[in-house]
């Protein structure tokens, strides 16, 4: 029996969410689903959730193997990663991301959709490489990096494809800080407890005010930019 590609365990009313598939932390169907499912189980016993890759990988970005298989296995694919990055970006209770190491594409837009991001210190790469490789950024990943990323960086980030160090990545609003790699997870843990002392409904309701413009702008055109889900430039 293989071992499960996430963890879930309540820490003091966090909900850890640590992501190993033993590679690279692809998002593909299964991953995804996981995660969905563990945002859906802590909304109904957890304060705040900490979410986690394994040691010097958090996300690699979607499955490349379903990228790689066809338009009509990519646009389901990324659909589905849309949905959960919005499920995290709308999530009523506080979403905290310990970014483990290499954070790009997808990982790149996990950190966007979280409401505090600490990364690992070290020689890691954390950014939107899509136009360097012949991908058109959908609205949803534009929308997010428009949100979270510094004004006078987002053009460089996102149409320009370019990679930063976690040091950089603080600087421009990929994450908020960054920590030794070894005291991560408890730097993580640490904040997520704070964000979840915070008043309920207040932090939901004040959240969902904040990103009102941008959720309704995402959910409304998501079906209609799927077309541009195939990876082709255009």
Do not use: W
């Not at 970014?99 to 210190?121: K, N």
């Amino acid at each position: 029996m293989s071992a499960p590609i996430l963890d879930y365990t309540l820490n003091d009313g966090v909900a850890v969410l640590t992501m190993d598939d033993g590679r690279a932390n692809a998002l593909g169907h299964a991953m995804i689903n996981a995660l969905s499912a563990a945002l859906t189980r802590a909304d109904g016993e957890a304060k705040a959730i900490l979410i986690l890759g394994r040691e010097k990988r958090f996300c690699a970005g979607f499955d490349l193997e379903v990228m790689a298989a066809g338009p009509e296995h990519v646009a389901p694919l990324v659909s589905a990663g849309a949905n959960l990055l919005m499920d995290i970006y709308e999530h009523r209770l506080p979403v905290v991301i310990g970014c483990t190491g290499h954070a790009l594409a997808a990982g790149g837009l996990l950190l966007l959709s979280a409401d505090l991001r600490i990364g690992a210190e070290g020689d890691f790469k954390i950014g939107l490489p899509e136009v360097a490789i012949g991908m058109t950024m959908p609205i949803f990943g534009l929308e997010l990096a428009r949100d979270r990323l510094s004004n006078h960086h987002l053009t460089a980030a996102v149409t320009q494809a370019r990679i930063y160090n976690p040091q950089e990545a603080a600087q421009i609003g990929y994450l908020d800080q960054t920590a030794p790699a070894a005291s991560l997870k408890e730097t993580a843990l640490t904040r997520a407890r704070e964000l979840g002392g915070l008043s309920q409904p207040a932090f939901a309701n004040t959240k969902r005010k904040e990103r009102g413009s941008t959720i309704s702008y995402i959910r409304e055109t998501l079906v209609s930019d799927a077309r541009t889900f195939d990876g082709a430039a255009r």
